[in-house]
């Protein structure tokens, strides 16, 4: 529980839903007859509405980015070391609006939803929906809020594949694109860890067909796997070196099965939280929209072609110990932006973090990000055309 | 404030042209250039401090080590021009460096510190001792600039790999351009800048 809250954070916050009544045609062939998204907003909307900031979240992220829902979280949202006022993204200047992502499981629609048409739970029948499908959802949030263009959508990991996915589809809606821990397209391994994590759900006993909550049950063995295997690939070697070494948790070796070494009793921990919190056809789901991700397929595998109408200015952020979105993945699309003479800056930062440092408070990162956020400016833009969406 | 070497890199550049800067330090000249002249570009630069200072003066900088080359990120002739102050000499591999920048630029503008100047050659001749001036202010064992050379070398290894030397200035240790350094650029130039392109024949 924050017994105050600091200065610098958006202090309470309460999510704000609204509901679509406009079907939304899938990448899938499926339709969504209707649907609800479940965002937070942080900052006031100037005026000329130009000081927007659009926030995507990654796989296990949702619109909690900043603040306290009430004194008794013990949390604030996941990404308060970027987001508040004097932070990189400054609530003082920004309007910032982060949503759950369709599909997920924290508010807006997915497969924990009631399906209208049967009156149970989606569950497995909840279409598989894609980066391209949730821009197109956030498109229409951002027409509901009165929002022609965002200042910047920024992103990290999945949420960086969202930012890119703005600056193909919607050229005339983002100004700037922040790309964070993110690449083009997953790699082959990448791919397979995803696998593991989506065989460990689908064969735990409890999963049944992901019709799991129709049985009153949870696969919870399942999903605990995946939060597990994923837990290690978002960390570094030297990372969990450095917090665990092979330090034991009651100091000798009990010869046997049950957690010895800190670094297990530290997994199930992650594990345990993950349970309950989070679901497992999400899961699924969020693995494979990754997986698909890959804007240079439609064009001959050639992400510069890919890019050719995008106009949004980058900055491109990984670090240097982030195996599972390394940093020659975003040389790779810094190539591709400066193939299209595109404005673009790149800051590999030097961190030991892995994956998850994009998270973390770590100053450079933080001054980099917040120099780069300076740039924007939030006075009222020229005469912007009528947008339609693509 | 662009340093004297910088300000005549300035009157060698083309409005409008586009600009790739290797090393760019803290962005200061790249952005006198987009300010000024209108040029558009990118900054590369490894240093972190740099990077970020880079992104303050608000040009396009790539965080990237140029010993790596180019070919990360560069096709074959997409610059005006390239340009190296300061930097060349503390590569790895100069040579390697110098074709990629006539690879991925029309011309390139290099400026570095002649180790051939008067004061260098008095401190290893007198005193038998590497030289430490204002130009390269470091000891031996903690310099970044691992590959000194003279105009003589510099103008040699063009000569070399077929690089024709389209201009060429030193100043000295005051900043000056001075009709007599035209005399012995090599003894008594601190600085020397120059401006080349590839001869046809060897591309």
């Known amino acids: ?390 | 404030m662009l340093r004297p070497d910088q300000d005549m890199i300035c009157n060698w550049i083309h409005p409008e042209s586009r600009i790739l800067d290797l090393g760019c330090g803290d962005g200061t000249l790249l952005r006198h250039l987009t300010e000024q002249l209108n040029v558009d570009g990118y900054g590369l630069e490894l240093d972190d401090s740099n990077v970020l200072s880079s992104l303050r003066n608000g040009i396009n900088v790539i965080q990237s080590d140029l010993d790596r080359g180019l070919t990360d990120y560069f096709d074959d002739d997409s610059f005006d021009y390239v340009i190296m102050s300061l930097t060349l000499q503390a590569m790895n591999f100069p040579d390697r460096l110098l074709d990629e920048m006539l690879r991925v630029g029309r011309q390139g503008i290099i400026t570095f510190p002649n180790f051939g100047h008067w004061k260098n050659r008095i401190q290893l001749m007198f005193k038998g001792r590497m030289p430490v001036t204002n130009a390269l202010p470091n000891s031996w064992y903690n310099t970044p600039n691992i590959h000194l050379c003279t105009v003589t070398d510099f103008e040699k290894l063009c000569e070399q790999k077929g690089i024709r030397i389209l201009e060429r200035s030193v100043i000295d240790n005051r900043h000056r351009e001075q009709p007599l350094l035209k005399l012995s650029p090599n003894l008594l130039g601190e600085t020397a800048i120059y401006r080349f392109e590839r001869l046809p024949y060897h591309q």
Request: some cysteine.
């Open chain 1, 1 to 390: 529980m924050p017994e105050h809250i600091s200065e610098d954070s958006v202090g309470l916050v309460t999510p704000q839903k609204i509901h679509f009544n406009q079907p939304l045609e899938l990448e899938s062939g499926h339709t969504l007859p209707s649907y609800d998204l479940l965002y937070e907003s942080y900052g006031t909307l100037s005026a000329e509405r130009t000081n927007a900031i659009l926030i995507c979240h990654a796989l296990s992220g949702n619109h909690h980015a900043a603040g306290y829902h009430s004194m008794e979280d013990r949390k604030p949202g996941w990404w308060e070391t970027a987001i508040g006022p004097g932070k990189p993204i400054d609530t003082n200047r920004f309007f910032v609006v982060c949503p759950n992502n369709l599909g997920g499981c924290d508010g807006s629609t997915g497969p924990t939803s009631t399906n209208p048409e049967t009156g149970r739970p989606y569950g497995p029948d909840f279409p598989i929906v894609t980066v391209g499908d949730w821009v197109k959802s956030q498109a229409r949030l951002a027409d509901e809020l009165g929002i022609d263009s965002w200042g910047a959508v920024i992103g990290a990991s999945l949420g960086g594949m969202q930012v890119l996915q703005w600056s193909i589809t919607f050229p005339q809606r983002i100004q700037h694109a922040i790309v964070i821990a993110a690449a083009s397209k997953l790699t082959a391994q990448n791919i397979a860890f995803n696998e593991v994590a989506r065989q460990a759900i689908r064969t735990d006993p409890d999963f049944h067909e992901g019709r799991y909550l129709e049985h009153d049950m949870l696969p919870e063995r399942g999903l605990r796997l995946a939060r597990m295997l994923g837990h290690i690939t978002y960390l570094s070697d030297e990372s969990m070196g450095a917090k665990f070494g092979r330090e034991l948790r009651e100091g000798k070796l009990n010869y046997g099965y049950e957690v010895e070494f800190q670094v297990e009793s530290y997994l199930r921990y992650q594990a345990d939280s993950f349970v309950g919190k989070f679901d497992a056809n999400t899961y699924l789901l969020m693995t494979k929209a990754l997986d698909y991700f890959d804007p240079a397929r439609a064009h001959g595998d050639d992400l510069g072609e890919a890019l050719r109408k995008v106009s949004a200015k980058f900055c491109v952020i990984s670090f240097t110990s982030d195996w599972r979105f390394s940093p020659q993945r975003s040389r790779d699309l810094v190539r591709a932006l400066l193939d299209n003479d595109l404005n673009v800056s790149y800051a590999e930062i030097t961190a030991h973090q892995g994956h998850d440092a994009f998270l973390m408070p770590i100053p450079h990162y933080l001054d980099i990000f917040h120099a780069y956020m300076e740039r924007i400016t939030v006075y009222p833009l020229p005469g912007l055309p009528a947008i339609e969406e693509s």
